[in-house]
């Protein structure tokens, strides 16, 4: 099916959304990433952790692609206020369901932006003796880091531009995007 236009989801008055990544390309990615995964992890189980509620997409895409036994649980933080900014404090607002200990737990993030989420939670899970600890992110926007963090399996690096879709929103919306798309809003 050809890609159609980003727009399934009608922006507001003066807000503006430019494809930055297509349906196609994610797709194309998601499988390396699942294929490079499956190769470091041979002959063993993987756990994916998905952090609510951005990886929501992107973890059920790659955790078909990956050809191993595989578990999932998810976690739920909140860096975010509403808006483009990051407050900068992260809060655990849901734990995961199990203990992790003795699994190779691969935390699936949508987006490395300051790092200040992940090394939250880096923090959190090593203290639970996982046997490894990997960070997999769709995206990565490496010039605003705050925190020295590296994601282990990262599908696109982006520049520093505000993106939604594939699983990541503004104030909630435009998760259900197929593309990665940047958001401008009328202000700017
Ligand atoms: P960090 O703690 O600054 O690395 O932020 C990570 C979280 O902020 C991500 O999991 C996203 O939920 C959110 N975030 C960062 N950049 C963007 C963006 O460009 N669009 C949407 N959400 C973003
Ligand atoms: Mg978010």
Do not use: W
């Not at 009608?10 to 807000?15: I, K, L, S, T, Y």
């Not at 895409?61 to 739920?76: G, Q």
């Not at 699994?103 to 203290?127: A, F, K, M, P, W």
């Amino acid at each position: 099916m050809p890609a159609g236009p980003a727009t399934s989801v009608a922006p507001n008055h003066g807000e503006k959304l430019k494809v930055l990544i297509r349906r196609v390309a994610i797709q194309k990615r998601v499988r390396e990433v699942a294929h490079q995964i499956t190769e470091d992890f041979k002959g063993q189980r993987v756990h994916l952790v998905g952090v609510l509620k951005g990886a929501c997409i992107f973890l059920s895409d790659l955790v078909r692609e990956i050809n191993l036994e595989t578990s999932i649980d998810f976690i739920a933080v909140s860096s975010y206020g509403k808006g483009k900014e990051s407050s900068g404090q992260v809060r655990l607002l849901k734990d995961l369901d199990s203990n992790i200990a003795g699994l190779n737990v691969i935390v699936v993030e949508d987006i490395l932006d300051t790092g200040l989420t992940i090394s939250y939670l880096l923090r959190v899970l090593e203290q639970r003796k996982p046997a490894a600890l990997r960070i997999a992110a769709l995206l990565d926007k490496p010039s605003r880091r705050l925190q020295d963090v590296k994601g282990d399996y990262v599908g696109f690096t982006i520049p520093n531009e505000f993106v939604v879709g594939y699983g990541l929103d503004f104030n909630e919306r435009f998760r259900n995007l197929k593309d990665v798309c940047v958001l401008s809003l009328p202000a700017e």
